[in-house]
């Protein structure tokens, strides 16, 4: 069973920094890309950032360039977020997300709230 489970939200003043960690399991880590979503309330779902498992290449949302960075580490099995000079706007709850062949799945969310 395919498992994820996010941690290191919280609260932060506006121009702060967060990571967020991605503990994942019940899968072939390494062989499948990893995406960050969020959400705000009202809106829908978006997809932040995404990272290749073959070569590590990343992309991002247009939003977030530049001042978000996914990262992981397969010996751990772990998905990282680093989000630097946050926004009020960046306020959400982030989600992990992994596409393998049983189908789509995400972590339950963890909170970023960004405000003074």
């Known amino acids: 069973q395919v498992q994820l489970v996010e941690s290191g939200g919280g609260l932060v003043q506006p121009g702060g920094s967060l990571r967020l960690s991605c503990a994942a399991s019940?899968?072939?880590?390494?062989?499948?890309?990893m995406m960050w979503h969020r959400q705000a309330p009202g809106k829908k779902r978006e997809r932040v950032a995404f990272i290749n498992s073959i070569d590590g290449s990343t992309n991002y949302a247009d939003s977030v360039k530049g001042r978000f960075t996914i990262s992981r580490d397969s010996a751990n099995k772990m998905l990282y977020l680093s989000m630097n000079n946050l926004k009020p706007e960046d306020t959400a709850v982030y989600f992990c997300n992994v596409l393998t062949g049983r189908g789509p799945s995400w972590g339950q969310g963890t909170q970023v709230t960004v405000s003074s």
């Open positions: 019940g899968f072939d880590f390494d062989h499948f890309p």
